[in-house]
């Protein structure tokens, strides 16, 4: 019974360790996952700043690329709570709004267009907020600071350049 849990484990963690890291900016880290499910990938990820409010999740905010898939630049939230379904998502970055699509605690640009907006906005901005309702109807948001988020984007965009 022990050597199975060790042995599951050990699986659990596997995809973890094979996870490289390509550095710390600011408060945004960037890895490359050239192991990954559907091929290699690269990311940079930054946490939500702290809050005492309720958290369903720890909230995150990643930019992607999957070279093999030719996907490039894409945003992903990982909110605080999980969603009202239905209910609006906002993304607010230097006075412009975005919204996003998403369920359960996720959210996303609706499409590589918008993809490409947020993260040319992202180079420039101090900081982004997401904004929406909780699954019980309440308002909440989730900010993070872009200090390093540039470099990180850049950092785990070369990293993918490598693993093609």
């Known amino acids: ?45 930054a946490m939500a700043a702290p809050s005492t409010l309720q958290r369903d999740y720890q909230p995150y905010a990643t930019v992607g690329t999957w070279p093999r898939a030719q996907v490039r630049g894409q945003v992903h939230f990982r ?41 040319a906005a992202m180079r420039s901005a101090g900081e982004m907020t997401v904004s929406a309702r909780d699954a019980t109807g309440r308002g909440f948001t989730n900010t993070w600071s872009l200090d390093g988020a540039a470099t990180a984007m850049d950092a785990a965009a070369v990293g993918c350049a490598r693993l093609r």
């Not at 019974?1 to 596997?14: E, W």
């Not at 890895?31 to 990820?45: H, K, L, M, T, V």
């Open 1 to 45: 019974m022990l050597r199975r849990a060790v042995l599951a484990l050990a699986l659990i963690a596997a995809p973890a360790l094979a996870r490289d890291s390509l550095g710390m900016f600011g408060g945004w880290g960037a890895f490359s996952d050239p192991q990954a499910p559907g091929g290699p990938r690269c990311y940079a990820i």
């Open 79 to 119: 909110l605080s709570r999980k969603l009202q379904p239905g209910a609006p998502i906002t993304l607010i970055m230097s006075g412009r709004r975005y919204p996003l699509v998403g369920g359960g605690g996720d959210a996303w640009a609706a499409d590589k267009r918008m993809d490409a907006a947020i993260v």
